[in-house]
């Protein structure tokens, strides 16, 4: 079993910044695939991005590429999110994610295992 635990989600202006947190507990999260999805309102979940147990992997969904970054430090089971030059468009609760490589999904992981959510809101 995973556990997995969202911090550092807030208001901030388009144009800002802010770093998610995504704490792990469970002896699989170094050779998991992690990720984050997001989910607005009255939308479908969508990907976001995802980083390979190595960290030397990540994929990114179009419309974030070039304005957030994965990464990962697997000594502290924890996966982060950075977000820069955020627009409205990016306000979603978002949800970190972990499983097991599978090329069949998007970040080709199968998110067995989700955290809770943490609400991000980018003011025009």
């Keep these: 079993q995973v556990q997995l635990v969202e911090s550092g989600g807030g208001l ?43 960290g030397g992997i990540t994929y990114y969904a179009d419309s974030v590429k070039g304005r957030f970054t994965i990464a990962r430090d697997n000594a502290k089971n924890t996966v982060y999110l950075q977000m820069n030059s955020l627009k409205p468009e990016d306000t979603a609760i978002y949800y970190c994610a972990t499983g097991a490589f599978d090329r069949r999904f998007l970040g080709y992981f199968d998110p067995a295992y989700w955290g809770q959510g943490t609400q991000v809101t980018v003011s025009s």
């Design 12 to 54: 901030v202006q388009a144009g800002g910044s802010l770093r998610l947190s995504c704490a792990a507990s469970g002896r699989t999260f170094s050779t998991y695939t992690m990720g984050w999805f997001r989910q607005a309102p009255g939308k479908e979940r969508e990907f976001v991005a995802a980083i390979r147990w190595s």
